[in-house]
Every structure is written in C-alpha cells, then in structure tokens.
C-alpha cells in the first residue's frame, strides 16, 4: 500500500523532497540581471517560472536565494495582459496600476504551464542604501492543498545601488 502511494505521489510529481514545479535540471538558464538604482528605487525583476508538473500549485511567496542584506521585496505579481492595461503601462514594469497587477500570492498555476509570457513574475526589490547587492536565484514556495513546497529558480541578480542625490530647493527661501 506505502509503495502504490509513493508511486502515485512520484506520478505527479508531489514527493515531498520534490515539489511539482521542481524539475531534474536546473531551472530556467541561471540568468543574471545587473541593476544601477539609487538607494531606496524600486528595482523590477522580471522572474520566469513554470509548472511542468501534472498538477495546478497555488504560489505564496518569492525570496531571494542567498542574497546580500539590506533589499527587500516590495511586491510580486503577474501582469495582467489586457488592451486597457497594455495601453496604460507605457513604462512597463514601472508605474503599472494595482488594477493591472495580479497578486502572486494565492496565483494559481495551471499543471503543464510552461509559456514563458504568461509566466513573468514581476518581483520588486528596494535596495534600502548605497552598496552592491547580489542573489544567486529566488526561492518559490508554494502549495498544492496541504503540501508545501520550495523551488529555486537560479535566475540572479547584482544590483549597483549609489547614495540618493540630494533634493534641491527652488527660489530664494524667503517667504
């Protein structure tokens, strides 16, 4: 009986050592980003994932994997790719309304969805001061009902975060 379950659990890709979206081969191509931001600017990662598994996951949340101190994620979430919020997104990733975001967190994948343009998660990261911020990938944690899983994707980033320039009063001060 314990073998035909574990043999249904492999089947679908639900060992607990092996969450779904987990796969024999290193995920995605390890591609890493560089960012030159001035400190406390948001900064758009633009993170590819994929469920190549026979089952749909429900996403709840996206870190970054070994990554200096001092970023944190502001946001994650999936555009929502429609003509009024295409048109209203001229500076895609930046400025895009919250009417055009979906959350990340409770997304649900559907199993074997693997199309790279529906699978763009927008991760937001603030460096909080001046200094060279790396990470070797990002951690997804998901579910599929009472099972939690972890995937890492080895997508990474350095982002170069310089001191904020100084604001600069107009006029003459006097009142």
Known sequence: MLAVAGLVLNWFGMLPWRG?????IEQMGGI?????????????YALYISNPSRVGVVLDSVEPVDASPGVDVEDAWFFVSSPRCR???????YGV???CRAPLQGHV???RETDPNQLRVIVMLRPMTANVYRSSGFDVHYHVGPMHYTTTFSDAYVIHASAPQPQHRHGNGSS
């Open 20 to 24: 779904p979206m987990s796969t024999p």
């Open 32 to 44: 890493t980003e560089t960012f030159d931001v001035a400190a406390g600017r948001d900064v758009a």
């Open 87 to 93: 048109r209203l997104s001229a500076d895609f990733p």
């Open 97 to 99: 309304s919250r009417a």
């Open 109 to 111: 994948l559907a199993a």
